[in-house]
């Protein structure tokens, strides 16, 4: 990916506020080439570890650096790679044995490090024209096509994880990166000089209510997730309104939310704001502490806060982040499917009526910008 391009860009609409820095591994010491098998192979687990403590050692050098800038501006870490890409080269017990010998959990290496993660989808998925092998991409278009999609099943339950097909050029693709970089911080630039974002229809996602919960053996790879969200009250929002108790008490144009995620007994913790400007609706999203969630989760005591709890499947359809959530208090109960609106529901999937933007299912009803 050509990160240069991303952060210069991404830094161009307030170069005195914004500080991009591309952190590259390069692929001199990236996996490329390796391929595991354990029953010829039995060192190569430990090669997958080391990966993962590389990846770790060189990505804090950089989040040092950003803590220690003295220019008070917000700065912009891009990453090549990241802690999770190696465990798509061992099987799941291997993975887990990792964790456990280091003293890692998935929320910790996946969701707590990173706040937004990006998978373009190879060449060899849908673009196989544009597939060549070279010096340093020595897989065939069949092994290709397996690690892309092992690769993307590895941040598969990341809370910010956008999936970047091939239905475009790969400029295009380019822009649609710095689009979905630029949704996350909030930000209404998307690129500057020649790279000018293309005119064309945005997608969202769909929101539609289920007639009842699919069976769990249809998903295939899934994560699941245990999610709270409470509604807080926020002044620079000024989104109480106690007398509209059907909208959560809370305005049509701007939403705070404080979650707390939890993936067996691994919680993590974010405080994310919702914003719904004229053309688009922008998340902007923050991980933060359990002390830090505790100390602002005591501001829902003021009687204006909603606080309700959901349980969410995600899982990849066509190659894009799906999610079934199911509501698990109150006389909601109910399964609420998130999906990109250009594909199909899937087959084992029954669908009731759309239901996107319905406020009685906030925030799964919410239709949001995908790139």
Known sequence: MRLSFVCKDLVGEKPRLWRGLGHILKRKIGWEGLIYNPSNNPQSLGVVENFVKTIVQLENTFFDYAEADATNRNILIVCDRGAMDPSAFCSAEEWSFILTKNGWDMSQLRDARYDHVIHMTSFANGAELSYHTTAVRREELHLA??????????????PCHDVLDNS?????????????ITLRVGSKHFCTGQHTILGGHLLKTRAFLLVSPPDRNKFGHYRDFEVQHNFLPDASCSNVHAEDPGHYGIRSDCWTILCKRREADQPGHSYTILKRLPDELVTISQRITSHQHSLLAGRSGGGHAHSVTWKERHFLHSGHVTIVAYNIQGSLATAILRIREDLVVPAFLTVSHDMTGDPAYFPYSLPDVVP
Do not use: P
């Open 145 to 158: 096509r397996e690690r892309d999609a092992a690769a993307a099943k590895a941040w598969l339950g990341h």
């Open 168 to 180: 475009t050029g790969f400029e295009y693709k380019l822009q649609r990166v710095l689009k979905s």
